[in-house]
C-alpha cells in the first residue's frame, strides 16, 4: 500500500472510497433527510428488536444485528475502581436488554477483563437459546506460541463460554510486534492455522477470521492466504478519522475495507468511537455535529459513519452503561445511512480534531497491568478530557490559566491516585510491545508528567 500525499478528497472520491458508490441513493438517502420537526427527541425514543438493523453473511447466511456487543469492559461491582470484580447480575440485565432489543453478536477474548470477560459473557449467555446469539471469541496467545498453550487456550474458551461451537473465532491482533515474523510464529509455522481449519469443517468453530492493528504489509499478508484459507471475515478498526488519518502504525481504514471488499470478505468494526474519544469531542466540534442533528449524540454520528458501509456486518461496541446500549440501539434501530452532505462534515471534523493534541490511547488495557502500579489508560484519559474540555492550556499568559491549572490538578488527583500517575514510570517499556495503537507509552507519560510539573510549580509553558 502506498502511503497517500493528498488527503483532501472530492465528495464523489470521498463517497467512492467509502464503498457505497450508487447504493446510498432514492430511499436511503430519504432516510437520511433531515429529522422531522414533529419527530419526538432522540433520548426518548424506544426501540424494539423488529426495527434493528441487519446484514447477512454471505458465507453462512448469518443473520447478523449491525450494532455488536463489544465484552472487553462489564461493569464493575465498584466503577471507580478498576480491580473491582465484575458486576455479573449487572451484565446479565445488559445482555437481556440487548437480545431483547435485537443485538445477537457478542464479542469477547480471553485477554478481556482481566481474563474474566469470557466466563462472564458465557454465564449471561449461557440463560438464553443457543440460536439467539453469535458469539466471537479469540486466540490472544500473545506471548507463548507454541500450539500446546494455543490449543490450551482455545479449548478454555469453549468452557468459559459453555458452548459447543464458536459462531466467530479470531486470530487475535495481527500486525503487531514484528509484523509478519510475529504472525507466522504465533499462528502458521506451529501448526495452530491449520489446526483451526479441521477445526471449522468439524463445525466447532463457524467461522475463521483475525483482528487486524499495525503493519500494513501483514494484513497484505494474510489477504494473499484467502484463496486457500477462505477467511470468513476479518476485524478492523474503523471510525471517521482512520478512515483517511490513521495515526502511527494503524493503517486507513478506507485500505483495509476496500481490500477487504474486493474479495468479499465482510468487516467487523472495532473501535468505532476511536477509543471513546469521538464521543468526548471538545465543545466547538460537538456544537457543529450538534446544529445538525440537535436530538442526536455525539456518539452516534461515528456509529452512523461506521455502519454506513454496506459490507460491514456489525460493529462492536463496549457499552458498559444502559444509556449507552439504548443510545446505540437507537442508532441502529434502524441505521440512516450517512448523506454526502454528512459525510464531507464529518471529514471536515476528522481534520479538525487531528489538530489538537491528544493522545491515542483506545482505553483498551492491554497494557495492564503496569508492573510498577500505574493505571497509564486513566492517566491519558484524564489528559485527553482535559483538552476536550478545554483544561490544558498553551500559555501561563491565557487569561483562563488559573482556572485550568487547577482543574487540572485537581482532576488529576481524583482521577488517579498518586501512587498510579505518571511520575512513577521508570521506563521498563515492559508496555510497550503490548500497545495495538503503537503507542510509545512511557514518552508519553514523561510529557504527561512534565506538563503536571510545571503546572505544579507554575512555570511559563
Not at 474503523?238 to 477487504?260: G, K, P, Q, S
Request: aromatic share 10%; charged share 30%; proline share 5%.
Amino acid at each position: 500500500m502506498e502511503k497517500k500525499e493528498n488527503k483532501q478528497l472530492t465528495r464523489r472520491e470521498f463517497l467512492t472510497r467509502l464503498g457505497l458508490g450508487a447504493a446510498i441513493t432514492g430511499a436511503a438517502l430519504a432516510g437520511c433527510s433531515p429529522r422531522r420537526k414533529e419527530q419526538e427527541p432522540e433520548a426518548e425514543r424506544e426501540t424494539s428488536a423488529a426495527e434493528m438493523t441487519y446484514r447477512t453473511n454471505p458465507t453462512t447466511g448469518d443473520r447478523v444485528s449491525l450494532l455488536g456487543y463489544g465484552c472487553m469492559r462489564w461493569p464493575l461491582e465498584d466503577q471507580k475502581d478498576r480491580n473491582s470484580p465484575i458486576d455479573q447480575e449487572a451484565t446479565n440485565r445488559l445482555v437481556d436488554y440487548a437480545i431483547e432489543h435485537g443485538v445477537n453478536y457478542f464479542d469477547t477474548a480471553p485477554v478481556y477483563g482481566r481474563g474474566l470477560s469470557e466466563r462472564v459473557t458465557g454465564i449471561a449467555l449461557k440463560r438464553h437459546p443457543r440460536e439467539k446469539f453469535f458469539i466471537a471469541t479469540k486466540l490472544s496467545n500473545t506471548r507463548i506460541y507454541t500450539f500446546e498453550k494455543a490449543k490450551e487456550m482455545y479449548d478454555k474458551s469453549f468452557r468459559e463460554l459453555q458452548v459447543d461451537y464458536i459462531d466467530y473465532y479470531l486470530l487475535h491482533s495481527i500486525g503487531g510486534g514484528s509484523g509478519i515474523p510475529a504472525f507466522r510464529e504465533r499462528f502458521i509455522d506451529n501448526g495452530v492455522l491449520d489446526f483451526l481449519l479441521k477445526e471449522r469443517e468439524a463445525g466447532r468453530i463457524r467461522n475463521l477470521g483475525f483482528s487486524f492493528h499495525g503493519d500494513v504489509k501483514t494484513f497484505d499478508y494474510a489477504l494473499t492466504m484467502h484463496d486457500k484459507v477462505h477467511w470468513d471475515f476479518v476485524q478492523i478498526q474503523l471510525n471517521y478519522v482512520d478512515w483517511m488519518h490513521a495515526t502511527r502504525r494503524n493503517v486507513d481504514a478506507e485500505y483495509l475495507y476496500a481490500e477487504l471488499s474486493k474479495r468479499g470478505i465482510p468487516s467487523v468494526i472495532m473501535e468505532p468511537l476511536l477509543g471513546g474519544r469521538l464521543a468526548s469531542l471538545n465543545n466547538h466540534l460537538t456544537a457543529r455535529l450538534k446544529q445538525e442533528r440537535p436530538d442526536e449524540s455525539v456518539a452516534s454520528w461515528a456509529f452512523r459513519f461506521a455502519g454506513t458501509p454496506e459490507q460491514v456486518l456489525t460493529v462492536l461496541s463496549g457499552m458498559t452503561y444502559q444509556e449507552h446500549l439504548e443510545d446505540n440501539l437507537r442508532t441502529y434501530s434502524p441505521l440512516e445511512p450517512c448523506t454526502d452532505r454528512e459525510l464531507e462534515l464529518l471529514e471536515d471534523t476528522a481534520q479538525r480534531y487531528l489538530k489538537y493534541p491528544l493522545i491515542n490511547c483506545n482505553d483498551c488495557m492491554y497494557c495492564m497491568p503496569c508492573p510498577y502500579g500505574l493505571d497509564i489508560p486513566a492517566i491519558f484519559g484524564h489528559y485527553n478530557k482535559c483538552i476536550n474540555e478545554g483544561n490544558v492550556s498553551a500559555s501561563s499568559g491565557d487569561p483562563d490559566y488559573r482556572r485550568a491549572r487547577r482543574a487540572f490538578l485537581v482532576g488529576y488527583d481524583r482521577a488517579v491516585p498518586p501512587e498510579r500517575q505518571a511520575s512513577r514510570c521508570i521506563g521498563c517499556e515492559e508496555c510497550i510491545p503490548t500497545c495495538p495503537q503503537s503507542l510509545d507509552i512511557p514518552r508519553l507519560l514523561q510529557r504527561v508528567d512534565a506538563y503536571v510539573e510545571d503546572l505544579k510549580q507554575g512555570k511559563e509553558l
